[in-house]
T-cell receptor
Framework: DTEVTQTPKHLVMGMTNKKSLKCEQH?????MYWYKQKAKKPPELMFV???????INESVPSRFSPECPNSSLLNLHLHALQPEDSALYLC??????????????FGPGTRLTVL | DAKTTQPPSMDCAEGRAANLPCNHS???????VYWYRQIHSQGPQYIIH???NNETNEMASLIITEDRKSSTLILPHATLRDTAVYYC?????????????FGQGTTLQVKP
């Protein structure tokens, strides 16, 4: 089973709203990732969590706030977003066990529209 | 920046083999070649990866040249459902976390 689930599938929010994206995996993976994909562009990494600790932040604005409450869950809290933040937000996970190939598996994404 | 170069688009007839090329002339000895695909508005799907040897799984075959500067992903019998953007990515794999740097990919259109 290589399933990563993401909720919601679609989200429309105003610039003053606070919302959260959720990602879940039950593969025992210890690394989880957030990517952002604008229309007709490739995905770009935002954050990496390894063993529930933030290990990579790709200089993402503070209006995006990641959280990893446990090894199976990854959240992305959104506040005061701009219309240009409208995109497909992708979550991925990987084993991160060391000494072996570390393949990332992606969820279906959350389509975010900021009005 | 992405370390790979791929043609922006390709067509393939349904039932025929689709051969997707990728150039990675600056690949280093400990970097793997990964292939993902992304069907419209879905998450990227892992296809296959390799280091030096050719690899085959239930989805595809990966042929890596001896000098490792290029590779080809082969879908042996393309179907309409294989229409997608295909990404070739090179990355170091030490079993630790790391980012995938996606290039622009190849849009494969499978036609009836």
């Amino acid at each position: 089973d290589t399933e990563v689930t993401q909720t919601p599938k679609h989200l429309v929010m105003g610039m003053t709203n606070k919302k959260s994206l959720k990602c879940e995996q039950h593969m025992g993976h210890r690394a989880m990732y957030w990517y952002k994909q604008k229309a007709k562009k490739p995905p770009e990494l935002m954050f990496v969590y390894s063993y529930e600790k933030l290990s990579i932040n790709e200089s993402v604005p503070s209006r995006f706030s990641p959280e990893c409450p446990n090894s199976s869950l990854l959240n992305l809290h959104l506040h005061a977003l701009q219309p240009e933040d409208s995109a497909l937000y992708l979550c991925a996970s990987s084993r991160a066990r060391g000494g072996s190939v570390d393949t990332q598996y992606f969820g279906p994404g959350t389509r975010l529209t900021v009005l | 920046d992405a370390k790979t170069t791929q043609p922006p688009s390709m067509d393939c007839a349904e039932g025929r083999a689709a051969n997707l090329p990728c150039n990675h002339s600056t690949i280093s000895g400990n970097e793997y070649v990964y292939w993902y695909r992304q069907i419209h508005s879905q998450g990227p799907q892992y296809i296959i990866h390799g280091l030096k040897n050719n690899e085959t799984n239930e989805m595809a075959s990966l042929i890596i040249t001896e000098d490792r500067k290029s590779s080809t992903l082969i879908l042996p019998h393309a179907t309409l459902r294989d229409t997608a953007v295909y990404y070739c990515i090179v990355r170091e794999d030490s079993g630790n976390t790391g980012k995938l740097i996606f290039g622009q990919g190849t849009t494969l259109q499978v036609k009836p």
